[in-house]
């Protein structure tokens, strides 16, 4: 069989059942058009149509989500559960609350995290949710209603044996503090079905950290591969949620100076870097109070706030995207180049255009895609379900050295994937590579289900 036309075909038919979910299909395209030496070397995953099934979710669930604002109105949100693979583990992933929400943005991300989880080396499956609901603007009251409403009906799809949400976009620990507690109260069971709890009420210690730590620590591999390392080195950071906050803060810790960042408002250039105290300042803004980054350089008079403009004109040397999916286009891609960037490590899902990748890639710098990078988030929702399943909590120090040990490990597994197929180098081939083949053999193994 020739493979090429095997996969252009498929790509093509997939199109042409649901023509209207882009970000879908360019995630699908991303992982498929690196598996053709895979594919060449074991024709059972064409003859048992594992690329056919594998794109199609094993389960879909819709739901309405009515909810009442402080003034009494009523308004009715969707909600969505997209169950996609549980080859490797019940389904794993977050919840987005964001007016972006669609059943096609989910799908990316569950078929993303499906590719993720088995990278991590954990028994995780693969799955997202959420609702085209802005947590922006809205009062705790309102958010609490919401997030009730919403588990009202998805209480009966989840569980810890079966599936377990998180965070994502939109959706921090208050947002699961009350999911959490309506599913407690609907089920009368306090078992560990959700991640990202706090940790008084069994949160893993450094989960909230742990993907932005992921992202550093796995920057810090791949410029150990040219015996270079994060000492000494400009970088900028996209987004200020969760990823990129923790992201600066252990960029900075390891040597680097983060010299950028930016929200949904306008981006910072702050030359003297930032430090303890900038991070402390940005985690207050942020996690507390929900503002907005036109406050920092009243406070820190030496950065400067631009206006609704990316980051990417900055000089850096590295550069972590951690906002949203797309947000660096080959315009970006060619900034970053012509100022000498010589490393891209995603923290968010999908951040960088397929053309934007492609430049990277010619021109020889690190590139790693976000499901290797960021898996270091959900490898630690893993953590804290082996803790909620033996009723222990561990340190933060313990959590951080397995939080290092999956990271060296997803690193490795990428060279290593990427090597053996003849794509040195190549960490985004390798990623898929790897995430393929363990969920495919695991397919295999449990027959036609
Ligand atoms: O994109 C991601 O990996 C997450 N939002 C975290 C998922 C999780 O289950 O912790």
């Known amino acids: 069989m020739n493979i090429e036309n095997y996969l252009s075909d498929f790509i093509a038919a997939q199109h042409q059942k649901d023509p209207a979910q882009k970000v879908f299909h360019q995630a699908v395209e991303e992982v498929v058009n690196t598996l053709k030496p895979v594919l060449e070397r074991k024709d059972v995953y064409i003859k048992e149509k594992i690329l056919e099934r594998m794109v199609e979710p094993e389960r879909i669930i819709i739901f309405r989500v009515p909810w009442a604002d402080d003034k009494g109105e009523i308004h009715v949100n969707r909600g969505f559960r997209v169950q996609f693979n549980s080859a490797l583990g019940p389904y794993k992933g ?24 088995s990278l991590t080396t954990l028994p995780l499956g693969g799955g997202k949710g959420g609702s085209d609901f802005d947590t922006r ?6 958010v609490m209603r919401f997030c009730h409403s919403f588990i009202n009906e998805l209480y009966h799809h989840i569980g810890y044996h079966t599936d377990i949400p998180a965070g994502d976009l939109g959706c921090g ?17 306090f078992t560990g079905a959700f991640t990202g709890k706090k940790p008084n009420w069994g949160g893993s210690l450094l989960r909230p950290e742990a993907t932005g730590y992921g992202v550093a620590y796995f920057a810090q591999n791949m410029l150990s591969t040219r015996n270079d390392s994060l000492e000494g080195k400009t970088a900028i950071v996209s987004g200020t949620g969760n990823v990129g906050i923790y ?21 910072i250039y702050d030359p003297d870097g930032i430090n303890e105290e900038k991070i ?27 206006l609704g403009q990316k ?26 180049l012509k100022n000498g960037c010589k490393c891209v490590c995603e923290g968010s899902n999908m951040p960088c255009t397929p053309s934007a990748i492609y430049a990277f890639q010619q021109a020889g710098i690190l590139y790693s895609p976000g499901k290797a990078s ?7 929702s893993g953590l804290e379900m082996t803790q909620n399943s033996m009723r222990i909590y561990w340190t933060r120090e313990e959590v951080d050295q397995y939080l290092k040990r ?12 990427a090597e053996e197929y003849g794509l040195k180098g190549n960490y985004m081939a390798g990623a898929n590579i790897a995430g393929f083949i363990k969920v495919a053999d695991s397919m295999l193994d449990q027959g036609l289900v």
């Open 94 to 117: 977050g919840i987005r609350f964001h007016s972006s929400v669609t059943q096609d943005s989910l799908k990316f991300l569950a078929f993303e995290q499906t590719f993720k989880n």
């Open 137 to 142: 603007g809205k009062s705790d009251g309102e």
């Open 173 to 189: 620990p208050r947002e699961i503090g009350y999911m959490f507690g309506q599913y407690k109260k609907l089920t009368n069971d």
């Open 247 to 267: 992201a600066m803060e252990k960029l900075s810790q390891l040597g680097a100076k983060v010299v950028g960042f930016m929200d949904y408002d306008g981006s």
């Open 280 to 306: 402390a300042f940005l985690k207050q803004l942020v996690f507390k109070r929900r503002g907005s980054l036109k406050e920092y350089n009243k406070t820190f008079k030496h950065a400067k706030f631009r």
């Open 311 to 336: 980051t990417w004109d900055i000089p850096c040397d590295v550069a972590c995207p951690t906002a949203c999916e797309n947000e660096l286009d080959e315009k970006d891609a060619a900034l970053l």
């Open 374 to 380: 960021n898996a270091g988030g959900v490898a630690v």
């Open 406 to 417: 999956i990271m060296n490990s997803i690193h490795n597994s990428c060279l290593s994937h």
